[in-house]
């Protein structure tokens, strides 16, 4: 189950960019409280993947008060910035192909995963003191997944399916990349269903087939 301390984490933070110049500097910030990997990125106008690339030796899930963080230069150019986003981006881009989907839609994907799947639901202790939210600060719904950022970046569109489930559209979901939890680590998704935690138990461990959708 998705131990989510989605926390913990951000910032008073202070760029040191050099006024006079053309191209500003790299800053660095020092983590305080509440704030996250996704408000710093929305403060300083840097694209959450390249944030999260720049810090890679940090745990997006376990800030601690006190850390030091990279703040990549607003004065980068768009192909830099774009390199570093794509920099540990683990998902291999197949050829790709057509697959059908809920509702008998036709669905263009990149790539196609076998990973294994988990489930969480929005209770208060499967996701710390935030509740029922994602990374971002959305609602949990139907179609939300938690993901290792390092092997699928956030903000990912995937159609899943392949699991047993009460709580699920039988057919698969389209499914989006927006949380992220302590004990998600590689091949390993959890997907959020309605209902108990002692409901989402009966989910255990599955197989699961995903594909990247562009």
Do not use: C
Not at 46 to 61: G, H, I, R
Not at 64 to 83: F, W
Not at 123 to 149: C, H, M, Q, R
Not at 171 to 197: C, E, H, L, Q, W
Request: hydrophobic share 40%; proline share 4%; net charge neutral.
């Amino acid at each position: 189950m998705k131990k989510a301390f989605l926390a913990s984490a951000a910032i008073a933070l202070s760029i040191t960019l050099s006024a006079g110049t053309a191209h500003a500097s790299a800053g660095t910030h020092t983590v305080t409280n509440k704030d996250t990997f996704w408000t710093l990125s929305q403060q300083y106008k840097v694209p959450l993947q390249t944030l999260m690339n720049a810090n890679a030796s940090v745990d997006p899930m376990n800030l601690q008060i006190g850390m030091k963080l990279s703040i990549p230069g607003q004065g980068q150019s768009s192909e830099t910035m774009k390199a570093m986003a794509d920099s540990t981006t683990a998902i291999p881009l197949a050829s790709g192909g057509h697959v059908q989907g809920p509702g008998g839609y036709d669905y263009t994907y990149t790539d196609q995963m076998s990973l294994t799947a988990t489930a969480y639901t929005a209770a208060a202790s499967e996701n710390g003191k935030w509740g029922g939210v994602d990374y971002f600060g959305n609602k949990l719904k139907v179609g939300t997944i938690a993901v290792d950022p390092k092997m699928i970046p956030l903000g990912t569109k995937l159609y899943i399916t392949g699991y047993t489930y009460d709580g699920l559209p039988s057919v698969g979901i389209i499914a989006t990349a927006t949380d992220m939890g302590g004990s998600i680590k590689g091949n390993r998704i959890d997907i959020f269903v309605p209902g108990s935690t002692q409901q989402a138990m009966k989910f255990g461990i599955q197989n699961i087939e995903a594909y990247i959708l562009k």
